[in-house]
């Protein structure tokens, strides 16, 4: 099983990037995938979900509104696009696998992880 992230950097204020993590080794297409981050002396915190067919999602609050969450069954991909990002946003994403949606804002629940990229806001 692998899950690879792609995608961070050092980016402005007011900024967009947009992450992607590229699946392989397990049924992608059953799995609920859900991004989380981990700042500097932070636990790990959830960012979004999305369930194994993209017709549901969920988003903590820091993040609704400015990030999206979206999957490629096809590509075995799913992607997070950051908009609007804040100096506070700077963390190492991590994108998991879960084989159940309900449930998915809890690290603790994922079966697969990542190895992280790093995403820094600042000016």
């Known amino acids: 099983v692998q899950l690879v992230e792609s995608g961070g950097g050092l980016v402005q204020p007011g900024g967009s990037l947009r992450l992607s993590c590229a699946a392989s080794g397990f049924t992608f297409s059953s799995y609920a995938m859900g991004w989380f981050r981990q700042g500097p002396g932070k636990e790990r915190e959830f960012v979004a979900a999305i369930n194994w067919s993209g017709g549901n999602t969920d988003y903590a609050d820091s993040t609704k509104g400015r990030f999206t969450i979206s999957r490629d069954n096809a590509k075995n991909t799913v992607y997070l696009q950051m908009n609007s990002l804040k100096p506070e946003d700077t963390a190492v994403y991590y994108c998991?696998?879960?084989?159940?949606?309900?449930?998915?804002?809890?690290?603790?629940?994922?079966?697969?992880w990542g190895q992280g990229t790093q995403v820094t806001v600042s000016s």
């Open positions: 998991g696998a879960d084989q159940y949606y309900s449930g998915s804002e809890y690290y603790t629940n994922y079966d697969y």
